[in-house]
């Protein structure tokens, strides 16, 4: 009975310790989320996602386009990086802005 006890606890004690190492992780993590405009932006959020996704700590890129809304998670994101990488997408007649909320 006793080595049960023992059993559980240091299955406690490892369960405990990985949800610590979990919570260390995502706080590093941070989230960014940038207004997005421009004639046509809409339209080419391959090439916002491709510009995001070589910043330098960018990790993951999603959007919400009904809100014209831009997600950037990531460690170290600097949002004047973010706003240059997305203010220089654009062709030969649309742009994309972007600005923090």
Do not use: H
Not at 2 to 21: F, N, P, S
Not at 24 to 42: D, F, N, P, T
Not at 48 to 55: F, R, S, T, Y
Request: charged letters at 25%; one cysteine or more; hydrophobic letters at 40%.
């Amino acid at each position: 009975m006793r080595e049960v006890t023992r059993k559980t606890a240091l299955g406690v004690a490892v369960c405990a310790g990985v949800i610590l190492m979990a919570g260390s992780v995502s706080a590093k993590e941070k989230r960014i989320a940038l207004k997005l405009g421009g004639q046509y932006c809409g339209f080419y959020l391959d090439d916002v996602k491709k510009a995001l996704k070589e910043v330098p700590g960018v990790q993951k890129v999603t959007f919400n386009s009904t809100q014209d809304k831009v997600f950037i998670s990531g460690s170290k994101l600097n949002p004047t990086d973010l706003i240059s990488a997305v203010d220089k997408v654009k062709g030969s007649s649309w742009y994309c802005t972007a600005e923090t909320e």
